[in-house]
């Protein structure tokens, strides 16, 4: 080492160090520190390299464990501890580095030391831990400093690996410092090196081999002088109570005596085995073999081996523990700040090699800026050495966070304020004026945190600490611009030996020596965070509970944040840290004679899905946890208590085992009892139909009975499951599978179940009592929202205001969360454990309800609803049901102004959509037909394209959802101006029920919506129809396609080639590909079909690629007509099914030179292009002649005939509108429906209704005012 040493010193020959100097020995304080850094690290390698040191520590190490003796242990590690870390620290400033004389620089060896003590802290911590509950888990420092390193598992080599390298470490680190200690010392100090080296090698040589040979490690020596140490204290503490030095009372007294006389007494013998607590049950017992068992460490550190009366604090012992860590915080911190903060080492005066003479004192009490510049250093320094006190190293107690407001604290606070600005002040005469700008920023913040404590307004306490953090970094900023003197370096000397002694002495105890002296709770409501931005709710305690809490805007864009703080929370938190660490405790109030307190589980509504597993055993370590410090009633919210993860709250009850303490409940009877009530206050004693979703849930369940049974509603139970619906049915109920059938079947739901689909689903105008948290009705405006499922307590009966409310009001209370406290009110009347963890029973829930009402909890008053209203006349008539007219009506619905629709029809259809041939596909994609406020969910339409059958059901679905009135039956013969300003148009209408007899519908605006599909085209201008009818040759419009018979005769027809399908439009391209694809194919196959078109349009694929048509035709929309036309064009003769097309139809015929809001055929399924390249499609011209032997002659030029079977006529309809000749907007007369947009015809019916609804909107509301 010493060669090594002086090799690396003449290498580096242009470094200097901090505190060498040349033909001197090191000083006294140097010479102590490198002789013990060189025995440590003696001491260290054997401990690290000697497996017979490790097994007699281990041995020694475990006859402590069995006489209980853990203070003992954790006592003589962290002194052994914190005497490492002082003496690391005292080496910081000798090995700082100086480059040719100018600047200082951190070396290796000194970040490495920060990383030991801050090392050495953790473990001190960790052992303190460990003593306190007399056990040790996974990984416990205590455990893993006596056990054995194991090799059985990756998870225990993965823990060997990691202990082997840790020691390790820690052996460099002790040699890298006796290295550099060496490497700066001057050349005249390495002789006295090299002799002190060898002579403390010899002693410890020596000393080794006596512990091998007496069986004496050094560990039990430094326990026999901790034990003398402890002993000493104890006896003089006895002696000053004895002599009338009354501090505690003798209760205390005796107290302390008796914990100090357990630390030597031992509670298991080699072969006894002892129970983890006096009330526990005895199934869990802990077998202590032989000491030589392999796992013997593991099984004395077990935290069921010793029982909760001998935990906790040993007395003085205890205070010696916390004395050495407080010495290890100290210098760890001080480190730190010194390192990191001020980038410079602590206690830098010990190297300096300037000793400050009384002369040199008395000049610097001459040199006023001297005095200035050290008064303005010193103010900086202690300020921020007492802030980190203050924020990490200070307990709070109840009493002090009360007392922040009193008036003495308010003068001292103001005294600090002004002290601050004048040493701002202070610090602008010194500093270089480029440096104005952070002064000036530091004075900013001063004034903000000024003007935020002056104001009573309870800010955030993240807010606070930020305001805080910004304080504490622009002092800390404006301390590293000091120039270091011999001045600043004495001064901080000093400040860090004070600041050191203050805090190892203080009496105030930091906050890991507060004894967890938690408020046991009567009664415990476990719930978990929905969104994984409600992470808020819990960090910016204390907001205003006035309103429930909503997540500010700025908190959205940090969603990866979010799902990374789930993430750790959900999966690791509780794993590290232990059951403590499952929950957040957010709230504790005492209410009546009940401490209620509010756990947040570490867990998010989403994990519930994405990680079930880790959810169940947050939950699990929760409940083990109340259970552990006596928790009486334990309350399951929200998901906890769901049936896939603990069976409503089974699996907690089968988990903590039948000798537990702790009730645990749902608080579903509660629910239950408040739902039916609240219903009942709000529709009384009429009959009035229900649909309920969530109805097998418990609450749900009950719910149904109870509606039925006392208050005879008519109540549909909703359902996915096939046998929960036959279990409903089998109890006398009705059922439903899907929401479209409550959206039918009533506009009162009661909302059970968290389904995003029942906002899209639920009718206009509805009413939903609702019971889930949270519920999915939030978007719905329209939509009446009553809370079923929450009361409302006294707030008079809090002893504090309620700090987190799970984002409700300040009286608002969750009816399961209420529950907890009734369930604690009937402990306190001398009820047994309770276990309300099954299903709720309806004779019961009433119970519950009423021992609420005694404790101040009361169901919300809401406003009834009354009798649906006579209707009144309608202000809007609409003329027909089609998308169109049910778009209008939509709309006019959100608005809330009253319509009607009338349509001819008497059947469940809607326009012309029934009238289509069966088979029908629709062209473009489903969300492009959707209508305005209510999409085709994927449940319900799962694929991309929908039939002519699918989108009536839709239509069906659309009506119920805005609860539009239809009148069916009902024929409009004309519309007519009414001839006055309160009625200006009248309807002339006639009733199925009575026909003949015109009727008179007064309106103040009409919307016609009769389509452009209505009538169809049965012949042609040419008369091909009578011509057909003279040759006896059967024929159809492409809307009688319907029936099967008809279907057979056509795919007939076409397998003997002598079908024809007059026109190519979309709907001749349709039947023809599914007449095609009814055709049997084979070597015999003669299947033709005969088309006979006048002109010849584009044939376009409906996919092409990623490409899709209609995807294309929502952009050309947008474009210019021109060019529309040009795009139309293009794509014409750039698609091969165009040019087979415009191949098979002969030459004459005219070709589509423009587009003219034609629609291009879609060849929807490739059939049209393949049938035109295999010949089964056959294009010719019109019909020109027709014979008696049914030979039909085509126009082809060539005068060709053929025989035909059948005749479809493809021949479009009649698009105009035969009610009203124009419109007439500006006295209210509308059309829509008849638009000339051929791409996306649905689509711009949406459009054009809501234009139309806007207008009449303006109407209706000066119609109002007038």
């Not at 081999?209 to 069986?215: D, H, K």
């Amino acid at each position: 080492m010493i060669d090594l040493a002086q090799r690396q010193q003449h290498n580096d020959s242009s470094y200097t160090s901090a505190a060498g100097e040349e033909g001197r020995t090191p000083s006294h304080l140097l010479s102590i520190l490198f002789l013990h850094e060189y025995w440590v690290y003696l001491q260290h390698s054997n401990v690290f390299g000697n497996p017979l040191l490790q097994h007699l520590d281990r041995q020694y190490g475990i006859a402590l464990l069995k006489k209980n003796q853990h203070w003992s242990i954790a006592g003589t590690l962290t002194a052994y501890w914190s005497r490492e870390c002082l003496c690391l620290f005292l080496c910081l400033p000798f090995l700082q580095r100086q480059y040719n004389g100018e600047q200082y620089y951190f070396t290796s060896t000194q970040y490495m030391i920060l990383y030991s003590l801050i090392y050495h802290t953790i473990k001190s911590r960790g052992v303190r831990e460990d003593a306190l509950k007399r056990s040790s888990p996974r990984f416990g420092i205590m455990r893993l400093v006596i056990d054995k390193f194991y090799l059985n598992s990756m998870a225990e080599v993965q823990v060997t690996v990691l202990r082997l390298f840790l020691q390790g470490f820690d052996t460099y680190i002790h040699f890298c410092v006796v290295r550099d200690l060496v490497l700066l010392s001057s050349p005249g100090g390495v002789a006295w090196y090299i002799s002190s080296m060898h002579v403390l090698f010899t002693v410890w040589v020596v000393h080794a081999a006596l512990n091998q040979f007496f069986r004496c490690s050094t560990a039990s020596l430094m326990v026999s002088t901790w034990h003398a140490l402890t002993a000493k204290k104890m006896d003089n503490d006895a002696m000053k109570t004895e002599g009338g030095d009354f501090i505690g009372g003798k209760e205390n007294a005796t107290n302390e005596d008796k914990d100090e006389s357990t630390e030597g007494e031992s509670l298991s013998s080699g072969n006894s085995s002892l129970t983890s607590s006096d009330n526990k049950s005895t199934t869990n017992v802990v077998q202590i073999i032989d000491a030589n068992d392999e796992y013997v460490v593991r099984q004395l550190l077990h935290h069921e081996r010793v029982c909760n009366s001998l935990k906790g604090r040993q007395g003085s012992a205890s205070s010696g523990v916390d004395k050495a860590i407080r010495l290890a915080t100290s210098v760890s911190v001080l480190a730190a700040f010194f390192m990191i903060g001020i980038n410079n080492v602590p206690m830098q005066w010990l190297s300096s090699g300037n000793i400050v003479a009384t002369s040199d004192m008395c000049n610097i009490f001459q040199d006023q800026s001297r005095v200035l510049s050290v008064a303005l250093y010193s103010w900086l320094l202690w300020g921020l050495l007492y802030g980190i006190w203050a924020i990490f190293l200070k307990s709070r107690s109840d009493s002090q966070l009360s007392n922040q407001s009193s008036s003495s604290r308010r003068r001292q606070i103001s005294f600090i304020r002004m002290a601050d600005f004048t040493v701002m002040i202070g610090v602008a005469y010194l500093l270089p004026p480029e440096s104005k700008g952070m002064l000036l920023f530091t004075l900013i913040v001063l004034t903000g945190k000024s003007f935020i404590q002056s104001m009573d307004i309870s800010f955030p306490r993240i807010v606070w600490n930020g305001v805080l953090a910004v304080e504490f970094l622009t002092k800390l900023r404006i301390l590293r611009m000091f120039q270091q003197s011999s001045d600043t370096m004495l001064t901080s000397f000093v400040l860090t030996v004070l600041w050191s002694l203050w805090v190892v002495t203080n009496a105030n105890p930091t906050p890991c020596e507060v004894e967890k002296q938690r408020e046991v709770a009567d009664a415990v409501f476990l719930g978990h965070p929905a969104e994984l931005h409600d992470c808020w709710a819990l960090w910016l305690r204390p907001y205003s509970l006035q309103e429930r809490w909503q997540a500010p805007s700025w908190v959205w864009p940090l969603w990866p944040f979010h799902y990374v703080v789930g993430w750790y929370v959900c999966n690791y938190r509780q794993r590290l840290f232990g059951d403590k660490a499952s929950f957040f405790c957010s709230d504790t109030v005492m209410y009546g004679n009940a401490l209620m307190q509010n756990w947040v589980a570490t867990h998010f509504a989403r994990h519930f899905v994405t990680n079930p597993r880790q959810v169940k055993k947050n939950i699990e370590a929760a409940a083990r946890h109340a259970e552990e410090i006596g928790v009486k009633v334990l309350c399951l919210g929200a998901l906890n208590k769901a049936e896939s993860i603990n069976g409503g709250g089974l699996g907690i009850v089968n988990e903590l085992g039948p000798r537990r303490r702790i009730s645990v409940i749902h608080g579903n009877h509660l629910t239950s009892a408040a739902v039916v009530e609240t219903i009942h206050q709000v529709f009384g004693d009429r009959k009035v139909k229900f649909f309920l979703t969530g109805a097998s849930s418990k609450v749900g369940w009950a719910v149904a009975q109870a509606l039925r049974d006392r208050h005879a509603y008519e109540v549909l139970c909703h359902s996915t499951d096939p046998g929960r619906r036959r279990f409903f049915r089998e109890h006398g109920f009705a059922s439903a599978a899907t929401l479209a059938e409550g959206s039918a079947f009533s506009k009162y739901w009661i909302v059970g179940k968290y389904d995003t689909a029942v906002a899209q689903l639920i009718p206009q105008n509805a009413t939903a009592v609702v019971f889930s948290v949270p519920h999915p009705l939030g978007v719905r405006s329209d939509v009446r929202v009553i809370e079923a499922g929450t009361l409302h307590m006294d707030l008079q009966k809090l002893d504090r205001p309620r700090s987190f409310t799970n984002k409700l009001r300040a009286h608002e209370i969750f009816a399961c969360h209420a529950a907890s406290a009734v369930a604690a009110y009937r402990l306190e009347k001398g009820s047994a454990r309770i276990d309300e963890v099954g299903p709720v029973d309806p004779q019961e829930m009433d119970s519950w309800l009423d021992d609420a009402k005694l404790i101040g909890f009361q169901i919300p008053t809401f406003d009834p609803v009354e009798d649906d209203e006579t209707i009144q006349r309608p202000s809007i008539v609409i003329v027909g049901s089609g998308p169109a007219g049910l778009s209008a009506a939509a709309m006019l619905s959100q608005k809330n102004i009253p319509h009607i629709v009338l349509e001819a029809q008497s059947g469940e259809s809607f326009g012309s959509w029934s009238n289509h041939f069966a088979g029908l596909e629709i062209t473009t994609q489903k969300k492009w037909c959707n209508l305005p406020g209510f999409s085709m969910n994927n449940k319900d339409f799962p694929e991309e394209n929908v039939s002519a059958e699918e989108y009536q059901r839709y239509l069906q679905q659309y009506v119920h959802r805005f609860n539009i009135n239809i009148r069916r039956g009902v024929k409009v013969v004309s519309v007519e101006k009414g001839g006055s300003e309160e009625c200006p148009w009248v309807v002339k209408y006639e009733d199925s029920s009575s026909v003949g007899k015109t009727q008179l519908l007064p309106a103040l605006s009409v919307i016609v919506a009769t389509g452009k599909h209505r009538v169809p085209n049965k012949n042609t201008t040419d008369d091909v129809a009578g011509k057909l009818t003279t040759a006896a040759i059967p024929f159809v419009h492409s809307t009688e396609m319907c029936d099967g018979e008809t279907w057979e005769q056509a795919v007939t027809a076409a397998r003997n080639g002598r079908l024809c399908i007059v026109g190519l439009g979309n709907s001749a391209a349709d039947l023809a590909a599914l007449i095609l694809q009814r055709c049997p194919t084979g070597e015999k196959d003669t299947t033709q079909i005969h088309i006979a078109a006048r002109t010849v349009p584009p044939v376009f694929p409906r996919k092409r690629f990623i490409f899709r048509v209609d995807s294309l035709g929502f952009l050309v929309r947008l474009l210019p007509h021109f060019l529309q036309e040009f795009f139309v064009h293009l794509l014409w003769t750039m698609i091969p099914s165009s040019k087979l097309c415009n191949a098979a139809f002969p030459s004459h015929l005219k070709r589509w030179t423009k587009i003219n809001g034609r629609v291009p055929v879609i060849d929807k399924h490739g059939m049209i292009a393949s049938g035109l390249q295999s010949g089964k499609l056959v294009g010719h011209g019109p019909i020109r002649d027709i014979t008696s032997d049914r030979n039909v002659h085509f126009d082809d030029r060539n005068g060709s005939s053929t025989a035909i079977d059948m005749v479809i006529l493809a021949t479009g309809y009649n698009e105009e509108c035969s009610l009203i000749d124009r419109e007439d907007k500006l006295n209210g007369m509308y059309k829509i429906g008849f638009g000339k947009d051929r791409f996306l015809p649905l689509k711009s019916i949406g459009d054009e209704a809501k234009d139309i609804v806007e207008e009449i909107s303006k109407v209706y509301d000066r119609a109002l005012h007038l």
